[in-house]
């Protein structure tokens, strides 16, 4: 997702190769590819024989033809295409999805993994953990799809509605109805933030931004289902002379994760972060850089359908006391950079939310109260770009949308960006402080 700025700025491997014949579920749990049956060349064969001895006489003795297995009429259901169209719930009908990555607690917490009351206080969340399981199974889904698709020369616009078209088509939620965005889809639009721009860049309508391969690319999308935000980015970059940024950011991110906990202080975290990161250097150019956490761009906690609930993970050491607490889920997103470290507002805005504590003030402007019941209606608190009020048949609307802002209702998140000639690098995933494990819902094989 988005970089939650400080002050206020506020899996299911599709492992493999290309797939021409489509993915099936294994009993593992995993979507695999199909393979042909090697039986139906056999009978294949087989039929030959029988129409070339009928041709040649009666004297030859008909092969008795071996019955052709029947086809798993579930099995067509089961491949998933690319683009990926298919929804997980045909995989999972059972609604069991892929657990994430299960972490015990440690020290202190480690009597949770086996407390009889602790997982009582588990198993009363089943119906919370598979709407989570079912957002990450998605999101693992269209960006591993993303990761092979992706390629210089495309558009960005391309870029993202081919991702935003999949999640909803994956959640079953297209998003066109009235309020059936609310129930499932797009937790956070597709953020494809480039080079010295580090979060909250998405395409508004005519822009015609073509990814270089020079490019370094952020790409962080949300998925909900029923307000349950699955927040994870990863970066891509075409010339390994970038990898060891990447490498950098990632390894920052994991040591986040292993690092949290319930308990655990948020400024520990932001310290461990900040050690990890500035281990690292690349060269670029001939010159080397060291890689620094922005200090001003942090993780957040999750609430249903809020994106941002009112906790900071900082990337950076400092004095905040609070802690993480059972029950509460966390999006863990470092970035690094080879600039100063520091971002700032820049360019054209695209992403808003309603604010969960707006205030009830009079709107003057009747396109602003008319916006505003669409947004409402439509998005609630989730948040949304311009191009989805696009899709919706909006037009004309900037006017309101800026009253709406001004007024704080709505809240907007610009792009925000290091300066000019730096290359900056995100990695995020999401996670679950279970009462008996931590599960970082996210993991996925690729990152």
């Known amino acids: 997702m988005a970089a939650k700025v400080a002050e206020g700025l506020q899996r299911l491997d599709l492992n493999g190769s290309e797939k021409t014949n489509g993915h099936t579920v294994g009993a593992n749990g995993k979507v695999e590819s199909i393979e042909a049956d090697p039986d139906d060349s056999e009978d294949d064969k087989e039929d030959g024989g029988v129409a070339n001895g009928s041709a040649t006489g009666a004297a030859k003795k008909k092969k008795k033809r071996k019955p052709k297995k029947k086809k798993n009429a579930a099995n067509s259901s089961k491949i998933q295409t690319s683009p990926p169209r298919v929804p997980v719930s045909n995989f999972f009908p059972e609604n069991n999805y892929p657990e994430g990555e299960i972490v015990e ?9 086996t407390s009889e009351e602790k997982r009582h206080l588990d198993r009363m969340n089943s119906d919370f953990l598979t709407e989570y399981r079912q957002g990450a199974e998605v999101h693992r889904q269209v960006r591993q799809w993303a990761q092979k698709s992706i390629k210089p020369g495309q558009t ?13 088509a994956l ?19 597709t953020g494809l933030s480039i080079n010295h721009c580090a979060a909250h860049y998405t ?11 020079e490019d370094v690319m952020k790409v962080d999308f949300g998925v909900h289902i029923n307000g349950r935000i699955v927040d994870s980015a990863w970066t891509m970059a075409f010339d390994p002379v970038y990898d060891n940024l990447l490498a950098a950011v990632k390894d920052a991110t994991n040591t986040g994760i292993r690092e949290a906990g319930i308990d655990v202080r948020m400024s520990d975290i ?24 922005i200090r001003n761009l942090n993780g957040h906690n999750i609430d249903q359908y809020s994106i941002h ?9 400092g004095g905040d006391q609070t802690k993480m607490e059972e029950g509460e889920t966390f999006a863990i997103e470092t970035f690094g950079s080879t600039g100063k470290g520091y971002v700032r507002d820049d360019m054209e805005t695209s992403h808003y939310a309603k604010r969960a504590d707006a205030p009830n003030v009079s709107l003057r402007i009747s396109s602003a109260r008319n916006l505003l019941n669409t947004i409402t209606k439509n998005f609630g608190t989730l948040p949304f770009c311009r191009r989805y009020l696009d899709r919706l048949g909006q037009d004309k609307y900037l006017l ?3 009253n709406l802002v001004s007024s704080g209702i709505v809240e907007a998140y610009p792009p925000l960006c290091d300066v000019k ?25 690729d990152y």
Not at 203 to 213: F, S
Not at 274 to 293: D, N, R
């Open 105 to 113: 607690y440690r020290n202190e917490n480690s009597y949770r993994t």
């Open 156 to 168: 960005l616009t391309e870029i993202a509605e081919g991702i935003e078209d999949s999640v909803r």
């Open 171 to 189: 959640t079953g939620h297209p998003g066109l109805e009235e309020g059936d965005n609310i129930k499932g889809g797009m937790g956070f639009p």
């Open 203 to 213: 395409p508004n309508a005519g822009n015609k931004m073509v990814l270089q391969k």
């Open 270 to 293: 932001g310290a461990a972060i900040q050690e990890a990161m500035e281990s690292y250097e690349v060269e670029i150019g001939g010159q080397t850089y060291p890689v620094k956490p």
């Open 309 to 317: 609930g009112g906790k900071s993970v900082p990337i950076v050491k």
């Open 400 to 402: 309101g949308l800026n």
């Open 421 to 445: 000639g730096s290359y900056t690098a995100q990695f995020e995933h999401t996670f679950l402080l279970r009462p008996t494990v931590k599960e970082v819902i996210s993991r996925g094989d």
